[in-house]
């Protein structure tokens, strides 16, 4: 059974930064993709990048260049979201989500539509003030 936790939600001020962390198991040797995603109040969930498990390749929404970095540990079982120069819209419980790899589809297909994930975390959340 996939199991996802995050960690590292905070409130901050404005311009710090924070590093979130996705615990995966139950994958095993599974060829999986693991996203990170996040909901603001009152608005819908949106990706902001993903990772393929195996080889470490990533992809990020084109809108969230420059501010966030996906990365993962050797062995691929912790997620890590860095988030630089936080801002206020940033504020929103960030989730983390597995899905397999489809080698024949392109990133911008299955890399952060959230219907092609199977499996998701909780949450954590982010708050950021003024």
């Known amino acids: 059974e996939v199991k996802l936790v995050e960690s590292g939600g905070a409130s901050v001020q404005a311009g710090g930064s924070l590093r979130l962390s996705c615990a995966v198991s139950g994958v095993g040797a599974e060829d999986y993709v693991i996203g990170w995603f996040r909901q603001a109040p009152g608005k819908e969930r949106e990706g902001i990048a993903c990772?393929?498990?195996?080889?470490?390749?990533?992809y990020y929404g084109f809108s969230m260049k420059g501010r966030f970095t996906i990365s993962a540990d050797r062995g691929k079982n912790t997620i890590y979201l860095q988030i630089n120069t936080l801002q206020t819209e940033d504020t929103a419980v960030y989730s983390c989500?597995?899905?397999?790899?489809?080698?024949?589809?392109?990133?911008?297909?299955?890399?952060?539509?959230?219907?092609?994930?199977?499996?998701w975390g909780q949450g954590t959340q982010v708050t950021v003030s003024s």
């Open positions: 990772i393929r498990r195996r080889d470490g390749t990533t």
């Open positions: 989500a597995a899905g397999p790899f489809f080698n024949d589809r392109p990133w911008v297909q299955v890399g952060l539509p959230v219907g092609r994930y199977d499996y």
